[in-house]
């Protein structure tokens, strides 16, 4: 497609795609209907031309078959008067003589001669009978005996004798001795038998010709103009095209011989066309042709087209005004019936805008089961929705400036906790107490991290710094009985994850996985980090007491459920008030139900949290990077 079609389909496009949806209706109605009324109209006009020139095909072919039997029919005549003169046993032997008495002469003049000469008055179409004799001693007799010698300069007398007996057909003006090629000329026109006599036998005797004016071989190419729109012509064997020159349809075509070979005649092969339509200074013609072997020529029928071109564009007019005036009767129908419908859908339109600039008071009364009914009813329900949020969202916005005063209260409360802390250490480390000093270092920094909420997400590695310092104090008490082991990949230290998810986890297997067989062995807890393409696995694993069956499903169950885990066991809890049950919310509130945690255990040996989240790298300052 070039660019301009481009251009062009892409401002189309844009255009009606910014049209009201009232008139996308009614151009697409108008579409849907104009489209098969043109191919209808197209396809019908077309059939409708198509027979009209078959019709015409059809006339003109009945036509030329009927000329066609008519020039038999004369050809007939001809041959028939031909042969009458040559079986004329007295005519042939007189011409044959070669001197005679005057009584022969009487004789022959008044019965021989009046016979033959009575033939051509039976027969009115016969022009005229010439018998051309090569007996130089036989006398000349008006209007049928003449001397071969007239006739020995003409170019067909040596063609004739060439045939040897065999007929011979030409077209040539008016009178006996004429010699003219040229059809076109004015001057009665004629066509002409000749046949070379043989007396007696291989003795050339001489050449009879039988005339008939053109206008009675071909009578309906002569024939009354008015009786038909269309014009007969016929070319000869030398190419030259005969008709009538009084026809009005050739007067107004100003055909010259010239041009009617251009039109009438092939050029590679100089034949004839069988049927064939041409314009002539934008008027249609259509030539249908047959050929009529026996004289050589072929008879050409000329039929104007304009009244049927003119019949097939009045149709084609007739049936687009007809469709036309109708499209626009029902587009206007449609318009008004589309505007009674599409009311309704401007009325939701309005509430919409009110909407838009803010108020959601709006009551939209529409009620009905259509589209524009059920349409107006779900956009009730999400105006109720929305004033619910936004209530919702007040309250919590409430709630929040409360909870800040609150933080800001415990921020104030912190400073002189950590001071005392501080003394407290400094103290200890004047006395020599490091281990003192150590665990007060720790706890000040486990302060710090559970008053310093300022951001919901923290980096991996902050995270297990908070487990140690937790580790740290809690060896105070437990005699340095747990080990802490942590295997996470460098690239992975950034990894973003919820400030306080894993350190209750940690306090869990401290409490009620290790605390009670710290007396046989040393508690290890492991902390190892996995990752693929999208998620990240974190793995705490001890190496306590474990749970039996029973209880493990049943923990597994309740997270799964939601269920209050403080039903299921007291050591689902933890002093921060932080359990699994929460660590799980948190996770799925945050990254959807997708990701979440995981328990393993078995009894006497081992308890196992898996905790999946998505892969999200914290980078300088919160930035996120998946």
């Known amino acids: 497609m070039s660019p301009r079609w481009t251009r062009n389909f892409n401002k189309t496009k844009l255009y009606i795609s910014e049209m009201s949806l009232q008139k996308k209706l009614v151009f697409l109605y108008v579409v849907i209907i104009l489209v098969p009324v043109l191919i209808f109209t197209w396809n019908i006009s077309k059939n409708r031309f198509e027979t009209s020139i078959n019709d015409a095909i059809r006339d003109s072919e009945y036509v030329l078959e009927l000329e066609k039997a008519n020039i038999e029919k ?85 063609d004739v004798l060439t045939l040897n007996g065999t007929e011979m057909w030409r077209f040539h ?21 000749y046949r070379e006599i043989e007396y007696p036998k291989e003795e050339h005797l001489g050449i009879i010709e039988i005339n008939m004016l053109l206008e009675n071989f071909f009578p309906k190419m002569f024939g009354d103009v008015e009786e038909s729109e269309s014009q007969m012509l016929v070319i000869d064997q030398t190419k030259t095209i005969h008709f009538d020159h009084s026809n009005p349809l050739l007067k107004e075509l100003d055909m010259t011989p010239e041009r009617m070979k251009n039109y009438f005649l092939q050029k590679d092969s100089g034949q004839p066309n069988q049927t064939m339509l041409f314009l002539d200074r934008e008027k249609p013609f259509l030539v249908v042709s047959s050929s009529v072997e026996d004289i050589g020529v072929n008879l050409v029928n000329l039929v104007p087209l304009e009244s049927i071109f003119m ?100 921020q104030i409360d912190a400073h002189f906790l950590y001071n005392t802390l501080e ?48 580790i740290e104090i809690m060896n105070i008490r437990l005699d340095q009985r747990l080990e ?45 980090v996995f990752s693929n393409d999208n998620d990240v696995t974190v793995v705490i694993e001890d190496n306590g007491v474990g749970m039996d069956t029973f209880m493990l499903q049943k923990l597994k169950s309740s997270l799964q459920e939601g269920t209050d885990l403080a039903e299921t066991s007291n050591r689902m809890k933890n002093g921060s008030g932080i359990g699994l049950y929460n660590v799980q919310e948190r996770i799925q509130l945050y990254f959807g139900h997708d990701y979440g945690l995981t328990i393993e255990s078995k009894k006497g040996h081992y308890t196992k949290v898996m905790v999946t989240i998505p892969c999200l790298l914290l980078e300088g300052g919160g930035d996120l990077s998946a």
Request: proline letters at 2%; a neutral charge.
């Open 173 to 193: 003006q008016q009178g006996p001795f004429r010699e003219n090629l040229y059809a076109s000329n004015v001057g009665a026109k004629k066509i002409s038998l």
């Open 311 to 410: 019949e097939k564009n009045r149709l084609r007019m007739f049936i687009f005004l007809g469709a036309f005036s109708l499209i626009v009767l029902l587009s206007f129908i449609t318009y008004v019936i589309i505007s009674f419908i599409l009311r309704k859908l401007h009325l939701l339109i309005e509430s919409m805008k009110r909407v838009e600039h803010g108020d959601f008071t709006v009551d939209v009364d529409i009620q009905g089961n259509d589209e524009i009914g059920r349409l107006s009813s779900h956009f009730r329900n999400m105006l109720s929705k929305i004033n619910k949020l936004i209530a919702d969202s007040v309250n919590k916005e409430a709630a929040t400036k409360e909870a800040e005063l609150n933080a800001l209260k415990t």
């Open 423 to 470: 003394n407290i250490k400094m103290m200890a480390e004047i006395d020599g107490k490091y281990d003192i000093s150590d665990a007060l270092t720790s706890l000040g920094e486990m302060m710090r991290y559970n008053l310093r909420w300022k951001k919901d997400f923290v980096s991996l590695q902050e995270e297990v710094s908070h487990i140690r310092n937790y």
């Open 484 to 528: 802490l082991h942590v295997d996470i990949p460098s690239h992975l230290e950034n990894q973003k994850v919820l400030k306080m998810s894993f350190q209750p986890i940690v306090e869990n297997a401290v409490k009620h996985g290790l605390q009670h067989v710290l007396h046989e062995k040393k508690g290890i807890i492991s902390i190892k």
């Open 74 to 158: 004369n050809m007939e005549s001809i041959r028939r008067t031909a042969q009458i003169v040559i079986a004329n046993q007295e005519f042939t032997e007189f011409i044959s003589q070669e001197d005679y008495e005057v009584k022969e002469l009487i004789d022959f003049k008044m019965n021989t001669l009046s016979d033959i000469l009575q033939l051509k008055y039976n027969n009115p179409t016969i022009e005229d009978i010439h018998f051309f004799s090569a007996n130089t001693n036989t006398n000349e007799m008006w209007p049928l005996v003449y001397d071969e010698r007239r006739i020995k300069n003409a170019s067909w007398y040596q």
